[in-house]
Each structure stands twice: as C-alpha cells, then as structure tokens.
C-alpha cells in the first residue's frame, strides 16, 4: 500500500500527514514535495519523500510509481491558467504510473461560483473524470482565514467592527478539520470511490456572531457597525462565490462537529495581536 500526497510541504499536507500517521503505518505514506531537500519534518516520522513538481511534467510519472492512492492538493500559483495547466500534469502522470485511485482538494459549491477559481476547480474536475481514473473530489470550503482581511485587530482596538452592509453568512472551515476528514477517506478511500463532498462547517456564521466571538476573546464589548462604503477586495470575491450553502459531509467525514468560529479564530487573532 502506497498513498502519496501532493503538496505535502503546505499547511494542508502538513496536517494530513499527521492525520495519516495516526491512522496507518508510516511506511504506506508518500509525500510528494517540491523541495525534498526540505524534507526533515518527513523524514524524522519516518515517512519517505519524493521530488513532485507540477510544472516538470517529464518526472511526475516517477513520482507516482507504484501509488496506489494520491491525493492531488491544489496549486497555490496565483494564475489560474498555470494552475489548470499543473494538475492536467499531474492527472496525465497519474494515469501513466497507473495510480488507483486519485483525491483532489476542490472547492465547495464551485458550480455556484462565477470566480476563475470556481472555474479552475470544476476544470480539474472534469480533466479527473475524463482520465477515467476512480476519484474522490474533497470540495473544500473557503478557509476561515478570510477573516484576516477584515482588520480584527483594529475591531479589538476600538471596540468596533466595521463590515460592508449585505446579508452574509459563512460555511468557512479550517485547515485541521479538512485535513483530518481527508485524511480519513486516505486510510479508507475504497469506502468513498467515485465520491464528492462538499466540506463546510456544520452551520454557518455572521458578522454578528463574529462581532460576539472577538467580544469574548477580547473580553470587551465589540459592536457592529454595518457600512455600505466598507472598501475591501475581500467582499466582491466573497459575493461571487456560495459562502453560505451548508453540508453536514465535513461532520459526518469527522464523526463530530466542525470547530466553533471561536475555537477557529482564537488562534489567529491571538497571533495577530502578538
Ligand atoms: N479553501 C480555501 O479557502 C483555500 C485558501 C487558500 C488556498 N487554497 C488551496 O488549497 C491548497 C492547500 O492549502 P495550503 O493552506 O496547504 O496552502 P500552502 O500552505 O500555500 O501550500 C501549498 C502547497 O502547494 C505546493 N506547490 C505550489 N506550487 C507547486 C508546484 N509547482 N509543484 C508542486 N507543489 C507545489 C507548495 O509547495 P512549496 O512548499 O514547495 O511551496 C505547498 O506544498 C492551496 O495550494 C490552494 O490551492 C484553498
């Protein structure tokens, strides 16, 4: 048994990884890594190490030889014309090396999406059915990161948490909950071929539960103040995209709730304020 991830030097494959390692012997994992030079965290837990570069197309094959299941996790170039460009290298490689079963980090809703990053997801996608390899799509749902653009440092400072006015509602997760459950389907994948799930939290969020959870992490009343004229990229990305669908697959993958956004945010807004 060999199952190898892509990817795996990113906060993602990190945690997966992990997640790995509790499930199943290190000698079955794979981390395929841009860098292997790079790869002491592998190594010391006994898991090997495979150079994997989406755009050296000619050495992928090698990568994956003798995998039986290879999780795909999505590129991180900022052009999506590059990125579609990489995973169709990495899926044709996949084919050659006779991989058996191939998982790829999608985005959830994506059809509900009218970004090139909807776009990019739907594309890999179809390139994964048209290989005909069996596959399972772990449709992610926007990390809760997001809300690192809306200044919570500033809101605890004064007291006042300023968004664009609009009805918003979140189905934001964060990377330990996606990498657990992607995890779980590695060590079982046979139990979810031919699958897709859309991984959201279990319920969604608002500004004002955010306004209520930075209250209670700062242990001081903040309000929330609605404003049409709010100037920030963040909003017209986040209105073009399904943020507010809900699936129980993430809980029903975990076997428990997804994290609280106060469990979730806790950690950033404690980094951010240093
Ligand atoms: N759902 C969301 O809200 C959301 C948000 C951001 C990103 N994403 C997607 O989710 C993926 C995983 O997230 P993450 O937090 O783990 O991102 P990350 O920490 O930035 O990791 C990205 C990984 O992709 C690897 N990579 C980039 N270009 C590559 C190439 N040409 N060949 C091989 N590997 C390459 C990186 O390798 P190096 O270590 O060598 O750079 C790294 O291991 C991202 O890549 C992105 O596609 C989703």
Excluded at 88 to 96: G, L, S
Aim: contains cysteine; aromatic residues 6%; proline residues 4%.
């Amino acid at each position: 048994m060999s199952i190898a991830i892509t990817g795996a030097s990113g906060q993602l494959g990190h945690l997966i990884v992990e997640g790995l390692l509790r499930r199943i012997p290190a000698e079955w994992i794979l981390a395929c890594v841009r860098r292997p030079d790079a790869s002491g965290w592998f190594e010391e837990r006994g898991v090997s190490v495979r150079p994997c570069d989406y755009d050296q197309p000619d050495a992928l094959e090698q990568a994956f030889a003798g995998v039986s299941r290879l999780l795909l996790i999505s590129s991180s170039h900022q052009d999506d014309t590059v990125r579609l460009r990489q995973h169709a290298h990495v899926i044709e490689a996949a084919k050659k090396a006779k991989v058996g079963h191939l998982l790829y980090t999608s985005f959830a809703y994506a059809d509900n999406g009218s970004v090139p990053l909807a776009h990019l997801h739907l594309a890999t996608e179809q390139a994964i059915l048209a290989s005909g390899i069996p596959y399972t799509f772990l449709r992610n749902a926007l990390y809760t990161d997001i809300v690192g653009a809306l200044g919570l440092p500033g809101a605890i400072a004064q007291g006042e948490l300023v968004v664009r006015a609009g009805d918003w509602t979140f189905n934001t997760v964060i990377r330990p909950d996606l990498a657990e459950a992607a995890a779980a389907v590695l060590a079982n994948s046979e139990a979810h071929l031919n699958r897709s799930y859309e991984l959201t939290a279990s319920r969604t969020w608002t500004f004002e539960d955010l306004a209520d959870a930075l209250a209670e992490i700062a242990g001081k009343p903040i309000t929330l103040r609605r404003d049409p004229e709010v100037q920030s990229w963040i909003y017209g990305f986040l209105s073009r995209i399904d943020t507010s669908s809900v699936s129980g697959d993430l809980e029903r993958l975990l076997g428990r709730p997804t994290a609280s956004l106060l469990e979730s945010i806790q950690p950033m807004v404690s980094r951010e304020r240093g």
